[in-house]
């Protein structure tokens, strides 16, 4: 069964700090991995999407990456701001799941101004 | 552009009544569509996946129903609440047959008294 964790659960950083945020996932054998961001009592926004063939994926300030056979993935947030502030979670389709995603249990992200 | 719209936004019931939740998604044909739970502090879990009108696949056996009556059309139901049924309810869509990249809706808000 795939199991996807996510650490740290909670992340304070100042305004304009780098940050890195992880995910681990025990199957390796993925289709694809995907990062979202979600506001408090809102739904989920999609920021990346990394095929299991990719090594990372770049959008605005946000980069993820991924290592397959390590199983794991980075989201990396570049001089991070208060709007940044949410919880960010990730999810790993398995090859051969059909249209199931594991979800992780996020990273609860607040920046400071 | 294709939106997804996921209604009521809260809601609050009393145990022993019946819930109706709706989705719709417009700009696409023949999506995929999800039913997802949120608990409190808890990842999100998938109830339902569908892949074509009148094709429920469930994921965990439980106190709700999903139907698709309509290609763009998703409803989640009950016939009785429980207390256990409380969470943040969010509606999803995919393409089918792509990278299966998963697209949210604003989410509902349940609440079960």
């Known amino acids: 069964k795939q199991e996807v964790t996510q650490i740290p659960a909670a992340l304070s950083v100042p305004e304009g700090e780098n940050l890195v945020l992880n995910c681990s996932f025990t199957d390796s054998a993925i289709y694809n991995l995907q990062w979202f961001r979600q506001d408090p009592g809102k739904g989920l926004t999609s920021l990346l999407l990394i095929q299991s063939s990719q090594r990372e994926q770049t959008s605005g300030r946000l980069n993820a990456s991924l290592d397959k056979s390590s199983g794991r993935s980075t989201l990396y947030i570049a001089a991070s701001q208060p709007g940044d502030s949410a919880t960010y979670l990730c999810?790993?389709?398995?090859?051969?799941?059909?249209?199931?995603?594991?979800f992780g249990e996020g990273t609860q992200l607040t920046v400071n101004p | 552009s294709q939106t997804i719209h996921q209604w009521p936004a809260t809601l609050v019931q009393p145990v022993g009544s019946p819930l109706s939740l709706e989705c719709t998604v417009e700009?696409?044909?023949?999506?995929?569509l999800y039913w997802y739970r949120q608990a409190a502090g808890r990842g999100l879990q998938l109830l339902f996946y569908s892949v074509g009108i009148g094709q429920i696949s469930s994921e965990v056996p439980q106190n709700l129903s999903a139907s698709r009556p309509q290609d763009r059309q998703f409803i989640l139901s009950s016939k009785k609440l429980l207390l256990s049924d409380s969470g943040f309810y969010l509606c999803a869509w995919s393409v089918r047959g792509g990278k299966e990249k998963l697209f949210f809706g604003s989410g509902t808000q349940l609440s079960v008294l």
């Open positions: 700009g696409t044909s023949n999506p995929n």
């Open positions: 999810a790993v389709r398995k090859e051969t799941s059909g249209s199931r995603l594991t």
